[in-house]
């Protein structure tokens, strides 16, 4: 038993050796796999031996046989600009996933980690701007970076790289799988096997190198949107581009952001700032601009900020978008800049994707929406590298619509609506500034409609005249720059100082110049009472008065003569909508005196008195809900009888769509329907909770109840008049019940529409009428169940936005 134990010990000791001996072995082979793959022996000429090379900021090659893309990277760990867009998209409104779209812009650097580089993209939301490297370092070791992509070493020499990067050019960067999901239009992924790189727009600049692929996206469950625009609904290919592209060379100066300039802004945290200063900085958004002759008092750009317009217009929208752009160039010629801005024609063999030329493009989709300005922007100075508007194509055609509902043009076979066209051009041309405008780094300014037309910037509504009983286009846009205009461009591309820049703000103040941006104007409860969206005119209910009248000019003329000849006597309801429903806009800007105030971004020192906020008259505010209520009568939202027996079902190969009414009657057009989303749509505005809690904190939420009850449940119809009456009735009661359930209603704002409600059923139950019953019965099941149940939801507006 000793002598087993001792043997056994010997074998162990001779073992243990051999198995570390083994161990050891293991590991130095390791070590030289991996310092093999660290630095492979190929050159990177004997690697891409027979392959097309194109030189530039980044060297690629293509390998045909594999089709394969290789990056040569000899700038590691330097820092520059990525951009991905979307070349081709889908071509669908509701989606979102636009051709020419940008996506994220990103400042990256690529770091070598053994057999592979790593494409980092850097924190620069969190920096600190100081001479002390060491003060830099710690606020870039705080916070997280990003790795974007791995990609994996193929050849190295002489501090070069040469990697695969074609796994990366058809990833998913522009997250259309995610944007696709959360939509609910599917589960989608790239499939590689349907996906090759595109080399007709994949070339190599001093600059910048642009590689684009075309990608497929596999999936199932595809949504409506996929099917409407996707010819297999498997299947999606489009096409994604890379854009890597230098820092910008030095001489560019930021200018801090001032929420009174009218644009974007880029914005950081500095925790090299003084701890006595603010911490986060925001800087203005826009393009390098500098004068050839800095003294002389007119001169030409060093480099001119030039647009380049797709060669896929047509005409005579072309010329209507060069002449709305060109718009702008009026404004740099008041701060001293000859030709400064200019618009010309994209060369035949551009990418309108390559980050050199800033471009006015139009792109097609399944149905209308909107128009964009996006830009490629340095996120570290706001340096506007690259412009790019994208204007969809059927706007045109939905200002023309417009147009021909309010005028009635086709009474005989050659009718003239040349008019009609110059309207739609005359809005095709101020889009056209608008969209730019914002690529030239501008926001929206809502207040401008109210504020004598100041800005482009602003959404507009065909300002339509009624002039001897006759409606008149010939008033509906203003054309070039508004007053606001010229101050921006002044204020972002002037060559001014601090002080200057000040007085700029003061003397705009002092003109009277408006401005609101969107988080005040877009709000459905918003509480501006001059920022608001498509609404026109200083006096806003003067003005919803006034276009009620060309409204009912409009409607008692409605019929066969609004629309030409071949076309279904059913298409008439999508001629009559946006005329039916012309008061829309203006019914929200309104809305927004009641429990409205007045207010600016003011900047203590602005004023030797400061405005700080000043709530609307009393008055005002009675004068608005009575405007408002107006919109809600039987006699305001009734359709001519002989209109409504000229709208038959349908015909045969059309179909009703979203620029129809949605009704109750089957096959038939529903004027009942429509009168109720009208009636919808006004009653949500007025009674949104947080607009009934400051109306509350005034004391007149319970007149407001009151008049508003007394508008709709109580009303007294005429007989002819009562269904529609009725209709009116039932929206009100869902309306009151949403806000009286909504979780954002103060208590006692709920406590004062509880008891209105308390009150008005007690009345409805005492009423010889059907529809009252119901009201009532609806109140009793929410007192005995605790919890409103609709038995009826109004139906939806067709959409309005954009015009």
Partial sequence: MKTYSLQLLLCLALVVPLANAVQAADTSGSAKTAAKAAKPA???????????????????????????????????????????SLPRGLGSNDIGLDRGQLGETRLVQFERFGSKVLLKQLNTYYRAE???????????????????????????????????????????????????????????????????VYLPRSKAFKRNTELEAVVTYAGDNAGEFVRQVAPSADAITVHLHHSLIALPEPGYQ??????????????????????????????????RLQKKDPSATLSEAVEPIVYYLDPGVPEPVRTALIDGAMWWNTAFEQIGYKNAFQVKDLPADADPMDVRYNVIQWVHRATRGWSYGASVT??????????????????????????????????????????????????????????????????????????????????????????????????????????????????????????????????????????????????????????????????????????GEVRKAALANFGLANIDSGQPLSSLQEALVPIYLLQRYQVEAVSKLLGGAYYEYELKGDYDTPKGLRWVE???????????????????????????????????????????????????????????????????????????????????LKAVLQAVLNATIKYKAAKNKLQLQQRVAHVAFYQLMQSLTAKELAPEARAELQAQLTAVAAWAKKQDDAGQQLIYSQWQGYLQHGQWQPLFVPKALPPGSPI
């Fill in 378 to 547: 340095d996120p570290r100075t706001g340096e506007i590298i690259k412009g790019h508007v994208t204007l969809g194509s059927l706007r045109v055609r939905q200002d023309f619509l417009i147009a021909t509902g309010l005028t009635a043009p086709y009474s005989s076979d050659n009718a003239d609506v040349s008019k009609q066209k110059a309207m739609a051009l005359a809005r095709i041309r101020q889009l056209s500034a608008h969209e730019v405008g914002h690529t030239l780094g501008l926001i929206h300014n809502f207040a401008g409609s109210g504020n004598g037309r100041s800005t482009v910037m602003d959404y507009p509504h065909p300002q339509v005249d009624l002039r001897d009983g006759k409606i008149r286009l010939d008033n509906a846009y203003r054309e070039g720059l508004g007053e606001w205009d010229n101050y921006a461009i002044a204020y972002g591309y002037g060559d001014y100082n601090s002080q200057q820049l000040a007085q700029l703000v003061q003397q705009a103040h002092a003109n009277g110049l408006q401005f609101m941006a969107d988080q005040d104007a877009r709000p459905a409860g918003g509480l501006n009472a001059v920022g608001h969206l498509w609404d026109n005119g200083a006096d806003a209910v003067a003005e919803l008065t006034r276009l």
């Fill in 42 to 84: 190929v050159t990177v000429a004997d690697y891409t031996r027979g392959m097309t090379h194109q030189r530039g900021y980044f060297d690629f090659y293509h390998d045909a046989s594999s089709d394969k893309l290789y990056l040569l990277i000899d700038k590691l760990e330097q820092p520059f600009i990525f951009q991905s």
């Fill in 130 to 196: 100081s001479d002390n490297s060491a003060e830099r370092a710690s606020a870039e070791e705080a916070f997280a970076s990003s790795v974007i992509a791995g990609l994996p070493v193929v050849a190295a020499e002489q501090g070069r790289v040469l990697v695969d990067y074609t796994a990366f050019l058809q990833s998913d960067i522009h997250q259309i799988s995610v944007s696709l999901a959360k939509q609910k239009q599917g589960n989608f992924k790239p499939d590689s096997n349907r996906s090759g």
């Fill in 618 to 700: 009393s008055s005002t505010q009675q004068q608005a809900l009575d405007a408002l209520l107006d919109t809600l009568t039987p006699e305001y939202l009734a359709l001519p009888d002989t209109l409504l027996t000229l709208i038959p079902p349908k015909a045969f190969g059309d179909s009703d769509g979203r620029e129809s009414f949605k009704g109750r009657f089957g096959l038939a057009f529903d004027p009942l329907s429509a009168a109720e989303a009208s009636a919808n749509h006004t009653l949500q505005f007025v009674l949104h909770p947080q607009r009934l809690n400051r109306v509350s904190a005034s004391g007149q």
């Fill in 254 to 287: 930021s200018r801090p952001f001032h929420p009174y300039s009218g644009y974007w802004n880029t914005e950081y945290r500095d925790y090299g700032t003084d701890f006595g200063a603010p911490i986060v900085k925001r800087l203005l958004p826009r393009h």
